[in-house]
T-cell receptor, first 114, second 114 residues
Framework: GEDVEQSLFLSVREGDSSVINCTYT??????LYWYKQEPGAGLQLLTY?????DMKQDQRLTVLLNKKDKHLSLRIADTQTGDSAIYFC??????????????FGTGTLLAVQP | DVKVTQSSRYLVKRTGEKVFLECVQD?????MFWYRQDPGLGLRLIYF???????EKGDIPEGYSVSREKKERFSLILESASTNQTSMYLC?????????????FGPGTRLTVL
């Protein structure tokens, strides 16, 4: 199937690290994405990783990709209250190069406790 | 600056009414998308368009139609609104055929059907 799976909820304390996990379905996806949705807003691209990479780091964000297990994770170091949001992972639709569709996960609500 | 705008942030309609949701992008993108977002279900694709006057069904097209008469504008139409169409509706756009297909999102329209 085309389900991209995420856990629904994660609660962390301010200053701790957060790890949000995602399992995707299509091993041929060229890019995988992490989007952030703040309350009452649309989605914004947070970061992405090319499929030939195992890791990508961008300031407080670290993306890990395990292609064998089709597992993607997003680590946020020194989590702040402003990081509270819903995080979506997304993969390119299988065979979807011509249509550019993305398949989104269910989203993980990250709650940061002060 | 990249921008996707949606005609309304909040909308309240009655069962049986015809509802139009408008989306405009200023990035000259070929692809445009309509999603609905419901808690625990993530984003589900309703319809998308890869060119003017072209449209394709997504995963949940029943009860909806779309119109793309100009490249920058993509409209979602609920021919006869029903209570189960109460949801958050998100519009997005992306460039044409490319392996990197970041989607840019509007702020969303929260529709309530009474």
């Amino acid at each position: 199937g085309e389900d991209v799976e995420q856990s629904l909820f994660l609660s962390v304390r301010e200053g701790d690290s957060s790890v949000i996990n995602c399992t995707y379905t299509d091993s041929s996806s060229t890019y995988l994405y992490w989007y952030k949705q703040e309350p009452g807003a649309g989605l914004q691209l947070l970061t992405y990783i090319f499929s030939n990479m195992d890791m990508k780091q961008d300031q407080r964000l670290t993306v890990l990709l395990n292609k064998k297990d089709k597992h993607l994770s997003l680590r946020i170091a020194d989590t702040q209250t402003g990081d509270s949001a819903i995080y979506f992972c997304a993969e390119s639709s299988p065979g979807g190069g011509a249509t550019n569709k993305l398949i989104f996960g269910t989203g993980t609500l990250l709650a940061v406790q002060p | 600056d990249v921008k996707v705008t949606q005609s309304s942030r909040y909308l309240v309609k009655r069962t049986g009414e015809k509802v139009f949701l408008e989306c405009v992008q200023d990035m000259d993108h070929e692809n445009m998308f309509w999603y609905r977002q419901d808690p625990g279900l993530g984003l589900r694709l309703i319809y998308f368009s890869y060119d003017v006057k072209m449209k394709e069904k997504g995963d949940i097209p029943e009860g909806y139609s779309v119109s793309r008469e100009k490249k920058e504008r993509f409209s979602l139409i609920l021919e006869s609104a029903s209570t189960n169409q109460t949801s958050m509706y998100l519009c997005a756009s992306s460039l044409g055929q490319s392996s990197y297909n970041e989607q840019f999102f509007g702020p969303g329209t929260r529709l309530t059907v009474l």
